[in-house]
């Protein structure tokens, strides 16, 4: 099967995603808001959260918080 080939099969789907402010890469960070949602429910503070997880995962802290936010919106059919 062919990168083409996929996209096609999976059109409406990629198309919904984008709607709602999916971005590709935010595959990548699936783990580390797992991690986040993990910590905070321990008690642990933002913080804290946020500068162990740059580290950990190898990203600037301004992009885990980046990363919070967007995983952590509501998903609407007009999101950008």
């Known amino acids: 099967m062919t990168v083409f080939e996929i996209l096609k099969f999976n059109r409406e789907l990629i198309k919904r995603l984008g709607r709602i402010g999916f971005k590709?890469?935010?595959?990548?960070y699936i783990d580390l808001y797992d991690e986040y949602e993990?910590?905070?429910k321990a008690?642990?503070?933002v913080t804290y959260?946020?500068?162990?997880?740059?580290?950990k995962y190898g990203v600037c802290e301004r992009k885990v918080y980046g990363i919070i936010?967007?995983?952590g919106r509501d998903c609407t059919a007009d999101a950008v």
Do not use: N, T, W
């Not at 590709?24 to 990548?28: L, N, Q």
């Not at 959260?49 to 580290?55: C, E, F, K, N, R």
């Open 49 to 55: 959260i946020v500068m162990h997880l740059s580290a």
């Open 38 to 40: 993990r910590m905070k």
């Open 24 to 28: 590709p890469d935010d595959c990548r």
């Open 43 to 45: 008690g642990e503070k």
């Open 69 to 71: 936010k967007r995983f």
